[in-house]
């Protein structure tokens, strides 16, 4: 007997266009796996997420994911995942006061880069992910961030994701800026494929010939959501 999908619930609004993103790309997945997908979407603050991310106040963003999460279990939803990786800050805090399992964009990557065969990535993404290397939560798999001599690359470019994030959309400057930060990382720092660790960040790259490897956190995390929605996998212990 199959075993029975789950009802999805995700926190959105953290920004906009990552939650548009994850909603095509989880209708997308299940349908090429013929089901049916049962969804939840509620919404977050942009604004009081970056608040909480730069002051590290986990406690706090904790608690508001903690209501969210509530109203999704209200909906029906049987797990909860978070639609920003910038927003994984908080998880273990998250976990520890959610009405519902919280499916983690971050743990499943180290696996899946092993994987594909991948021994270095460079990370682009928020502030705190790039710095931390994921949440320091890659063993398998060694991660670089951008820098370049005489400059503070991590707090410039996570700005500029920042502000790519809050806008909704990624002009052409920020777009050259990051392809470019990221042929850095392989020409220099020996990266393999660069990881689009800000789920975003597909405003400036979808679509664009980098000359390099690029792998979207986004998709891997839609692909263990999808396989849920779909009873093809089984919530992590």
């Not at 927003?87 to 273990?92: A, I, K, S, T």
């Not at 707090?155 to 777009?175: F, K, N, T």
């Amino acid at each position: 007997m199959a075993t029975p999908g789950l009802h999805i619930g995700l926190i959105g609004g953290i920004g906009p266009a990552a939650t548009l993103v994850y909603y095509q790309r989880l209708c997308a997945a299940v349908a090429a796996r013929g089901a049916r997908l049962e969804l939840t979407i509620v919404q977050a603050n942009i604004h009081e997420l970056i608040a909480n991310n730069m002051a590290d106040r986990r406690a706090e963003q904790a608690e508001i994911y903690r209501r969210l999460i509530d109203r999704l279990a209200v909906a029906g939803a049987d797990c909860a995942a978070i639609t920003s990786l910038g927003g994984h800050f908080c998880f273990d805090e998250t976990a520890a006061v959610s009405s519902l399992p919280l499916v983690s964009a971050v743990a499943p990557l180290d696996a899946y880069f092993a994987d594909q065969g991948i021994g270095c990535v460079g990370l682009l993404g928020t502030r705190v992910v790039m710095r931390t290397g994921l949440y320091g939560q890659l063993t398998r798999t060694r991660a670089v961030a951008p820098k370049a001599p005489g400059e503070d690359q991590i707090d410039h470019l996570g700005q500029l994701y920042q502000d790519i994030a809050v806008a909704g959309l990624c002009r052409e400057d920020q777009r050259t800026q990051l392809i470019e930060a990221g042929r850095r990382m392989v020409a220099d720092q020996g990266a393999e494929a660069i990881v689009l660790a800000g789920t975003d960040l597909g405003l400036a790259f979808d679509g664009q010939d980098t000359g390099y490897r690029v792998i979207d956190a986004l998709d891997v995390h839609v692909a263990l959501l999808a396989d849920l929605a779909t009873g093809r996998a089984s919530l992590p212990a």
